[in-house]
């Protein structure tokens, strides 16, 4: 069997420029035969709608939403859009996250209340609301994928609040595939390796953590956008029917070693 997506409908959150992991990932499920729908947060001069509206236009998405998890109100309408217009549907990926910039810097004890809550809202239970307006409108031998960092399971300095959320992310995996399971819906996470974007570009000291997975991680590199995408693809496609609440590690290797 070859991986194929054919006549499969995907769903992907989270892409924001040409360095988006969603991008990787919207490209690799694109090149092995999905239908493309996009989703991106919207902001107030439309700025970003343009952006990633262009970048997608390659892959002729027959979707394209407004959707900032943090409103229940975009959420709805995201859904009912796709069944307007789709119907139903196979693949939702999963590629979003936020916290403070100040959250992400210092002393984890010094996080705040309401940093601890946003970062956790949009990093974490953006995953289960999304699953559970997108759950009537998936198709039996559906996948959902989430993205991931090791900071969620060992201590990154710095990553924090994110690292909590993370956790939390990947706990929910376990939940909602246990859930989706007897509808033959799979859920699973990628860990993926420090790889510079926009959001892992605004931390600082991300160039000196990418020279170290190069030092030492069994590939002696980091990873690629269109590595994790292809992971994504595999993940989403029939050759993975039988693997569900799963992390898998797309990062070179880093996560073995112990020296
Ligand atoms: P990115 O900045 O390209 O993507 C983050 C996305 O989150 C953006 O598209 C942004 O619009 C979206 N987003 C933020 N708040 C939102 C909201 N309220 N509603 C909807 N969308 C919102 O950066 P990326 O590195 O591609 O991140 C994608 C995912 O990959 C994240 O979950 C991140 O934690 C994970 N990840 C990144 C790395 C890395 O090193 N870059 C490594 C492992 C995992
Ligand atoms: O998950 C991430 C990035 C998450 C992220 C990044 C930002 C920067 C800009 C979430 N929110 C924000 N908010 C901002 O204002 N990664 C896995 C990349 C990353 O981020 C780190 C890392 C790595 C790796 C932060 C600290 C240490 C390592």
Not at 147 to 166: D, F, Q, R, S
Request: with cysteine.
């Amino acid at each position: 069997m070859l991986l194929d997506l054919t006549g499969k409908k995907a769903l992907v959150t989270g892409i924001a420029n040409n360095r988006s992991i969603a991008w990787g990932i919207a490209q690799q499920l694109h090149a092995a035969g999905a239908e493309i729908g996009v989703t991106y947060l919207p902001d107030e001069a439309g700025k970003f709608e343009k952006k990633v509206r262009t970048l997608v236009e390659p892959l002729n998405p027959t979707l394209f939403l407004p959707c900032n998890v943090q409103d229940d109100a975009q959420i709805a309408t995201t859904f009912e859009e796709v069944k307007a217009q789709w119907g139903n549907f196979d693949i939702l990926i999963h590629c979003l996250a936020f916290a403070n910039r100040d959250d992400l810097t210092g002393e984890f004890v010094n996080t705040s209340r309401d940093g601890f809550k946003m970062a956790l809202e949009i990093s974490s239970y953006s995953l289960t609301v999304l699953a559970q307006a997108a759950r009537p409108l998936l198709n039996a031998g559906g996948a959902i994928v989430t993205l991931t960092y090791l900071g969620g399971v060992k201590v990154i300095p710095n990553y924090n609040v994110m690292g909590v959320a993370k956790a939390a992310l990947e706990m929910s995996v376990r939940y909602l595939a246990a859930e989706l399971g007897p509808q033959n819906i799979r859920v699973n996470a990628i860990s993926a390796g420090p790889i510079r974007t926009l959001a892992s570009s605004a931390v600082g000291g991300i160039l000196d953590m990418i020279h170290h997975v190069e030092a030492i991680a069994p590939l002696r590199r980091t990873v690629t956008q269109t590595e994790v995408g292809n992971a994504a693809a595999f993940l989403c496609s029939d050759l993975a029917s039988g693997v569900t609440g799963q992390i898998l590690y797309v990062d070179s290797g880093y996560e073995i070693m112990g020296m």
